[in-house]
C-alpha cells in the first residue's frame, strides 16, 4: 500500500474540508499498478502558505484553486514548475478563463477540476491525475534506466489494445440486443470483424511475449544446440493457418550446418518474423522461401517471398519501433510495427546485420548474417 500526499490550496474552508473528507479514505488500484494507492491530505488557504508547504513536504499532486487572496494559483504553478519538481497539478476553479486555462495548461496543469464537485467527481480526477503522475514517474525511471522503448511499447500496447476491446464490446452489445435482427446470420459481419480484432489483439500480445522474452543481453546459461531444421518448421508451422488461408507455399533450404550454437528463443524470434512478415505482406497464392546457410565466416537466413515488397525509400524505417509501411497495399493488414526492430535487435547480439532487396510488387528477401564465431564457437569460449 502506498501513500500519496496531495496539497490542496484553496480559500473556501468548505472545499479544503470537503477534499479531506470524499479522499481521506479512498483507495485505488489498477492492474498495472504494484499496489494500491491512498491518500494523504494537506490543506493550504492561500498561495503563500502552499509554497511553504510544497517546499517542506514535497506532495505528489496539487489541486490548486486559481483565485487566491495573495498571489494566485498560476503563480503558484510556475513556482512548481521552476523548482522543477515532481509534482502532478490540476486546477480546482469555479471558472477558467481562457487565459487563466492556457496560462496553467503551459505551466504543466493537466486537469481542471470545476467547482462545485460531487464526492464522484473528485474521486474521478484524482485516479486519472493518480494514474498520469504514475506514469510519468514509471517514465522517468525506465527513462534512467534506458528502457524508454520498452514503456514506450507498454503505452502503445494498452492504446493498441483499447481500439478493438471497444470495437468487439460494440459488436456484442449490439447483438445482445438485437440491433441488426433475430438470426445469427444477421451478424455475420460483427463475427467475422469481431474475429479480426481479436486476432490482431493476438498478434499483439504475441510482440509482448518476444518483447519480454529478449533481454537484450545474450544470456550464455541459455545457449544450446539449435536444429535448423526443427526452427524453420516450427516457423512454418506458427504460421500455417495463416498460410493456408492465403494459400501460401513454402520452400525450404538448409545448406552447410545442422545445427547452431545459441539460445534457441533469439532464433524463434527471427525466424517466426521474418515468416511471418513474409506471409502476412504476400499475395495470395505466393511463395516463401526459407535458406539457412553455413560457412567458415558466416550463417545466414534468408527469408523471400513474392508479396508487395518495398519501395526503396521505406526500407531504412523498416527497422525502427512501431514503424509501419502506410499505403493502399498495407492498409488492411495489421501489426504493431515491432517485428523487424525485435529481430534487428536480437541480430545486433550476435554481432550480426539484417537487410532487405525488394521490388515493389514482385517480393522482398530479408536476409540475417551473423558471423559463424557467434553461433558456433562460444561453446568452446565457456
Ligand atoms: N516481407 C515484407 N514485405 C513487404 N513489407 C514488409 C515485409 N516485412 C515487413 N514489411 C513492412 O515493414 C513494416 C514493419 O514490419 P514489422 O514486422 O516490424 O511490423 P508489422 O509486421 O507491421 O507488425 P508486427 O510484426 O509487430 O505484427 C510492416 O508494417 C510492413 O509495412
Ligand atoms: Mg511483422
Redesign the pocket.
Known sequence: MAQLKILVVDDEPGIRSGVTRILGNFHMTYPFMDEDYTFKILEAATGEEGIEIIDREMPDILLLDNKLPGIQGVEVLEYVRKKNYDIVVAMITSYASIDVAVRAHNDGAIDFIPKPFTPQELKASIEQITKQQYLRRITHKLKVEGKKVRFQFLSVLSHELKAPLNAIDGYLKMMQERQMGESVDDYTSAIERSLQRIESMR??I??LLDFTKVSFEKQIEKMQNVNLRELVSMAVVTVSPYAIHKDIHFVTDIRGCETIWADPNDFEIIMN??V???V???NTGGTVTITVDCNDNEFSIS?A?T????NAA?KDM??E?F????NDK?RN???????????RKVVELYHGVIN?E?IPDR??V?TVIIPTLQVTNIKTEL
Open positions: 498478434n499483439l504475441m510482440d518474423n521474418l511471418s512478415n513474409a502476412k505482406y504476400n527469408v517471398d508479396g508487395i515488397g518495398i521505406d523498416l527497422f519501433a514503424s509501419r509501411i502506410k498495407t493488414i495489421s501489426g504493431s510495427g515491432l517485428g523487424l526492430s525485435i529481430v532487405v525488394s517480393g522482398s530479408f
